[in-house]
């Protein structure tokens, strides 16, 4: 398989994230709304710093994954979704390339990441152990790292530049940012997405410990916003947004077995124990174990979820 790493499409205004390279494309033919390229290349971030190698594979698997999530998600009548028709596309851009691409309606980006966690992990853990708090929402006493919660939570965050970190916020702080009829049905929309989400990994054997979404409003050619209705953009539940555990292998207490970069993150973390990295770029480069192990797990965790998925 040829690795997505960099790419050079003929298409304006390419914009290049940590994960993926965006690029503006003709308007819809039939709808004459704007599009987007949005491509989900090898490349892995962990701790908001790009890895020098990629994984490769990794690019065409998510976005498989996240198109089969969006239908789900639009089957069940929870949120519509970025994705629209590129069929008139197909001659333009390279086999390799469009098997990690979807081709998207083009969306002013709501500044806000919505964040829900049905167990404690991760950042959550950390801000639990200081304050009994995730975000402003307080929790019972004695929680346990990697444990199930009461009931899921909405935890918001903000939505940094590259090389910057994120920050988690309150859900009135956020209120602040975009107005409080946002952010209910940013918080309303992606408590249902988790909830359904989670019960279908669960009869699975996964557990969907915490994910990510990103929504955004619909804009015309001018950038001018032509509905108030979010739709659901960036990629939905993969194992880069999301944190996916083995359900047999669950155990309250401590870091769990996962289908997710936590693979990538707990090596990086024991360089940085070591004195070897400090979390600021340039990261430090994965060595093949780390490669194939985390290509492994994420194709693992999709068939699991949705059978086989072929990318060439």
Known sequence: MEAVFETNLPFP??????????????ADPKAGDPRLLIIATDRISAFDVVLPNPIV?????????????????EAKGLCKT?????????????AHV??????ARKCEVVPIEC???GYLDG???????QT???CGVKLPAGLQRGGELPEPIFTPATKAEQGEHDENITFERACEVVGTDVMTRLRDTSMAIYKAARAHARERGIILADTKFEFGWPVDANGKRTSDELILIDEALTPDSSRYWPLDAWKPGGAQQSFDKQFVRDYLQELVDQGKWDKTAPGPELPDSVVAGTIARYREAI????????VN
């Not at 065409?60 to 089969?68: E, F, G, P, V």
């Not at 994705?83 to 390279?94: C, E, F, K, Q, W």
């Open 13 to 26: 205004n390419k914009r290049q994230g940590k994960v993926r390279d965006i690029y503006d494309l003709p």
């Open 57 to 73: 594979g990794k690019g065409a698997l998510l976005t498989q994954l996240s198109k089969r999530w969006f239908r789900f998600i």
């Open 82 to 94: 970025q994705t629209v028709s590129g069929d008139d596309l197909a001659d333009r851009i390279p």
């Open 98 to 103: 469009m098997q990690s691409s979807v081709v």
């Open 115 to 117: 964040v829900v966690r």
């Open 123 to 129: 950042s959550g853990w950390k801000e639990y152990q």
């Open 132 to 134: 009994q708090e995730v």
């Open 303 to 310: 068939e699991k979820l949705w059978g086989e998925v072929k």
